[in-house]
């Protein structure tokens, strides 16, 4: 028998990366939310790697960052070691990568939730969903509890009917042994909801005693204090090395002897995997030219002796396990704590899903997270965050926030999905954005924390911060276009000792640091300057006058971007009374239901002369509309 156990405006299925920030935002946002997941042991679990960030990744963090989110804060409060990825090459791709400490990541995050006054959290396992006229209006548990909400974000993450494989071995399971979430599947695919099956692996986990630290190349994190968040400032200093290591021939041949053991092929799995985070029986495979590949031993924590063996992953079965393991360089004698395995799960068809991640045929229901169709806890994140918000607005009668492409990364993420779905986990990459020269690490403040004042989740003293840092950068800007430089010689031995050519005449600043040669602090050893100015001002001065003529193009792209973006198409447009349309197109513009005409021209299928004939047919202003 159901019973009535409470009304909220917010239910969140799941308190994963993507449900802790759809939490949040909701409750930060006023709305009053219920969070239910299986195990409140388990708050923002990583069942892969311990780390955080990467290229576009890291850029996404401070993303969630600037619009208000958690995941920067608390990896910054709990990491063990930080580095900044990629600084030989240009801003676009320069990223900070953390490693965590996952149980403290866990405990901290979860201590946030429970701080939260609009946040009630509670365990429990979701086996339906209250529909009712194609609205989704609560949930009902296992324990037969009804709870009632405006709006419901699923955020399932691996679990809806998840199998682990290792060989011939498979049982119902979430990550890490956990409760597998069986019977929300099935109640979804009985109200017409596409699903897919994806996969993922995780490596086994080693005990650090038993590793030869000797026979690897250590890998630091970096000097230099850094933080994902522009709020932190103390920083850890104590920092965990990481370390390097490599396969062999005779790892390679262990893999190759053992094939057909592995659950990938057997036959056993269904799912189609991440191509751009394979396991090593794949990487064998696929690249079996090469003689070794990088295996990083990345500590789990501080009070914790499991190491993850980042690299290899693998789903063959766990006495294959062992010999594989012990044939890599520095673990020849190191014991498995726990073992390898792939992990089946559903997701959810994304171009089912409104830009504001809510299910055009269910209103009130958003999917957020691996649900969704994407790998990664930072995916993952930024969907629970934005799915929060537009949750929270939807119940306070206001407008959605749909982010674009040349906003953040995290609108290129959710346009790809709805737009053009995905065949395999989804990853973000800074290939997949067109403006990655806009979308940078430093500059993740300036495109979105007004935005995220605006919503009520960035505070007045960080929103009056972040407008005297703008200032700050403008000011200088402002003034090294106008400061003369002259050919002293201070100056030329300052160029000399940058390995540039010396001056010949007088130039104004901003033109010297746009020299290859030249830094920002190359040119303050020289000129008078406010000492007080902090280095990500430093940094966003050098970046924006180096890069100015790029960025400036860039800019003008995104202008003509927008005027396809800013051409909507009307809601319930009859695709099949618009003649001239190809047979594929119409049938693609009906099933994703663009909201404007650039949407429209990124679904694949749809070119750009049926682009030009639905163009025509709008402005003709003589539509037909399919009936609702």
């Known amino acids: 028998m159901v019973y009535d156990a409470g009304r909220y405006d917010v239910i969140v299925i799941g308190a994963g990366h993507a449900g802790v920030e759809a939490g949040l935002a909701a409750a930060k946002m006023g709305a009053k939310t219920l969070m239910l997941t299986l195990n409140l042991d388990m708050i923002a679990f990583m069942p892969c790697n311990p780390s955080l960030g990467g290229p576009a990744k890291g850029i996404v963090i401070r993303e969630?960052?600037?619009?208000?989110?958690?995941?920067?804060?608390?990896?910054?409060?709990?990491?063990?070691?930080?580095?900044?990825?990629?600084?030989?090459?240009?801003?676009?791709?320069?990223?900070?990568?953390?490693?965590?400490?996952?149980?403290?990541?866990?405990?901290?995050?979860?201590?946030?939730?429970?701080?939260?006054?609009?946040?009630?959290?509670?365990?429990?396992?979701?086996?339906?969903?209250?529909?009712?006229?194609?609205?989704?209006?609560?949930?009902?548990?296992?324990?037969?509890?009804?709870?009632?909400?405006?709006?419901?974000?699923?955020?399932?993450?691996?679990?809806?009917?998840?199998?682990?494989?290792?060989?011939?071995?498979?049982?119902?399971?979430?990550?890490?042994?956990?409760?597998?979430?069986?019977?929300?599947?099935?109640?979804?695919?009985?109200?017409?909801?596409?699903?897919?099956?994806?996969?993922?692996?995780?490596?086994?986990?080693?005990?650090?005693?038993?590793?030869?630290?000797?026979?690897?190349?250590?890998?630091p994190g970096d000097d230099k204090p850094q933080a994902f968040s522009y709020e932190t400032t103390d920083y850890i200093t104590d920092q965990i090395p990481c370390w390097l290591t490599y396969t062999n021939e005779f790892t390679h041949q262990i893999i190759n002897d053992n094939l057909t053991l592995s659950s990938m092929y057997s036959g056993m799995k269904r799912g189609t995997g991440p191509r751009y985070c394979p396991s090593i029986e794949d990487k064998v495979v696929r690249f079996n030219d090469k003689p070794r590949h990088q295996i990083f031993l990345e500590p789990e924590g501080r009070q914790t002796e499991e190491v993850y063996v980042q690299g290899l992953s693998t789903s063959l079965p766990e006495s294959v396990q062992h010999d594989l393991v012990r044939s890599v360089p520095g673990l020849e004698h190191a014991e498995i704590m726990r073992a390898g395995y792939a992990i089946e799960y559903d997701s959810v068809i994304p171009t089912q899903l409104w830009p504001t991640l809510e299910l055009k045929h269910i209103a009130g229901l958003f999917t957020a997270g691996q649900i969704n169709g994407t790998s990664g806890y930072e995916e993952a994140a930024a969907q629970g965050l934005m799915a929060g918000i537009n949750a929270a607005r939807k119940i306070q009668g206001k407008d959605p926030v749909i982010l674009d492409r040349s906003q953040a990364y995290i609108g290129v993420m959710i346009d790809d999905l709805v737009t053009k779905g995905t065949q395999e986990p989804y990853r973000l990459l800074t290939s997949r954005a067109e403006y990655r020269l806009l979308l940078r690490h430093d500059n993740a403040d300036v495109r979105l924390t007004d935005l995220g004042h605006e919503l009520g989740l960035i505070s007045e003293e960080r929103y009056t911060d972040f407008l005297d840092k703008r200032k700050q950068v403008e000011a200088e800007i402002k003034r090294l276009r106008k400061l003369i430089i002259k050919p002293t010689e201070a100056v030329q031995d300052m160029l000399k000792v940058a390995k540039a050519t010396p001056l010949k005449e007088a130039v104004k600043a901003s033109d010297l640091l746009k020299r290859p040669e030249m830094t920002y602090d190359l040119l303050d050893s020289v000129i008078e300057s406010d000492d007080s100015l902090p280095d990500h001002v430093k940094e966003q001065v050098e970046i924006h006058i180096k890069y100015e003529g790029y960025i400036k193009k860039a800019n003008e792209q995104v202008e003509r971007m927008l005027k396809m973006e800013d051409k909507k198409i009307p809601e319930h447009i009859d695709y099949d009374a618009i003649t001239g349309l190809a047979s594929e197109a119409r049938e693609k513009l009906k099933k994703v239901q663009p909201l404007s005409v650039g949407q429209a021209s990124r679904i694949s299928g749809v070119n750009p002369s049926d682009v030009s004939i639905l163009l025509i047919y709008i402005e003709q202003g003589k539509m037909a509309y399919t009936a609702q």
């Open 64 to 219: 969630i960052d600037a619009l208000g989110g958690a995941m920067a804060k608390v990896i910054d409060k709990t990491y063990i070691q930080m580095r900044m990825l990629n600084t030989r090459k240009g801003p676009a791709v320069q990223a900070l990568r953390a490693q965590a400490d996952k149980p403290e990541y866990i405990k901290e995050m979860k201590h946030l939730l429970e701080r939260e006054e609009n946040i009630t959290l509670r365990q429990g396992m979701v086996n339906e969903l209250i529909i009712e006229d194609g609205i989704c209006k609560g949930v009902i548990t296992e324990t037969h509890a009804a709870y009632y909400a405006d709006a419901v974000i699923m955020t399932t993450g691996t679990f809806m009917r998840g199998k682990v494989l290792m060989g011939d071995l498979e049982y119902e399971s979430g990550p890490n042994n956990q409760r597998a979430s069986i019977k929300l599947s099935e109640y979804l695919e009985q109200t017409g909801l596409e699903l897919t099956r994806f996969k993922t692996g995780t490596p086994p986990r080693v005990n650090s005693h038993t590793i030869d630290y000797s026979k690897t190349e250590i890998q």
